[in-house]
């Protein structure tokens, strides 16, 4: 009986000091089995762990309605991309410091180049529309080596859905030439110039001239009264308006002699001076019912002033039609001028 309590006593002891062991630090097996005998076991739910060595890279691509891109560094280039749902888009330039900007707009999808074209405007301005389809775009700006005073200091394009030129104030005549193929930069008033510029070439393919075809034009489009029918309508052009910076305002033009076709300008909205011309009768060559001659309109007193150009057709005549185009500024007139049948001036006071 003794025996056997004192045995047990022992084991006792055994287990206390094992235990003792295990607390400072001593991996006994024994002792673990003993734990892992009374321990509960918690199941994990089956759950897929996140693969956390691979990796997603999202590329983030602005729309191209809104986008812009700047560029301050002298003949550097720069790009970025953009996407669009389809649709026409307006550009707009400025090559701020830089004395041009050339820019080049390229769908990925298509591979077609849109705009590649290069521009002096020194702010923010229009510059063109062009219509793609839903694709990605690739749009670079490299700006020009060298540095010119100007007050808008950032060189960058501007896309977005304001496709019409904005009517403001311009430092120079917008879509003078009507080079758009359209009337891009001037308001019409009537159907005398019809709903878009005269490209002189198709006119002349399709025989629509007076006496020989056309010609003399350095620019291959003209807003014109005469149509195939021979026979104009009455009408108005007026371009938006621009802040006289040169002395003279040059164009070609061609015109019978009619008191009632002439160019006038506007100062503030208000007629300043009017210009009527008489082209046809240079000389008796019937060439001369379709020569484009160079004219000029002096401008030195309106420097600095804001002034449009309204070239003016009132009533529906035969044969009698003025054709213009090619209007700029300029320090010099043009040469070989036009015959100025009569100048109207109007009361400024």
């Not at 540095?147 to 003078?176: D, E, H, Q, R, W």
């Amino acid at each position: 009986m003794h025996k056997g309590i004192l045995a047990y006593v022992i084991i006792l002891i055994a287990i206390a000091v094992i235990g003792y062991i295990e607390i400072r630090g001593t991996n006994l097996s024994l002792f673990s089995f003993l734990k892992s005998s009374t321990s509960t076991t918690t199941i994990k739910p089956n759950v897929t762990q996140p693969n956390y060595s691979r990796s997603t890279t999202i590329n983030y691509v602005s729309g191209c309605n809104g986008f812009s891109l700047y560029n301050n560094t002298p003949n550097y280039s720069v790009s970025s991309y953009c996407t669009w749902s389809g649709g026409t888009l307006g550009v707009w330039l400025a090559s701020g410091t830089k004395n041009s900007i050339h820019i080049n707009i390229r769908g990925l999808t298509t591979n077609v180049t849109y705009i590649n074209s290069t521009s002096s405007y020194g702010c923010t301005l229009f510059y063109s529309n062009f219509t793609g389809p839903a694709q990605k775009y690739l749009v670079t700006i490299k700006t020009g080596s060298s540095i010119v005073p100007s007050k808008c200091t950032n060189s960058m394009v501007i896309l977005n859905t304001t496709t019409k030129a904005p009517y403001m104030v311009y430092p120079f005549i917008y879509n003078g030439n009507f080079s758009t193929g359209t009337y891009t930069g001037w308001n019409v008033s009537g159907i005398g110039f019809g709903a878009y510029p005269s490209n002189i070439s198709v006119l002349n393919a399709k025989g629509c001239y007076p006496g020989k075809p056309w010609n003399n034009n350095s620019v291959g489009n003209a807003a014109s009264t005469l149509n195939c029918n021979l026979v104009h309508n009455y009408g108005n052009l007026t371009s938006y308006p621009f802040k006289v910076s040169k002395a003279f305002i040059n164009f070609q033009v061609v015109s019978t002699d009619d008191p009632y076709a002439y160019v006038e300008l506007l100062v503030n909205g208000t007629p300043y001076e009017s210009v009527y011309f008489n082209t046809v009768n240079i000389s008796t060559a019937s060439s001369q019912a379709s020569k484009f001659m160079n004219a000029s309109i002096p401008v030195i007193n309106l420097t600095g002033k804001v002034v449009q150009i309204r070239v003016v057709t009132q009533i529906e005549s035969f044969l009698n039609y003025i054709a213009v185009t090619n209007f700029r500024m300029s320090n010099r007139p043009n040469l070989a001028p036009g015959i100025i049948v009569k100048t109207k001036m109007f009361n400024q006071s």
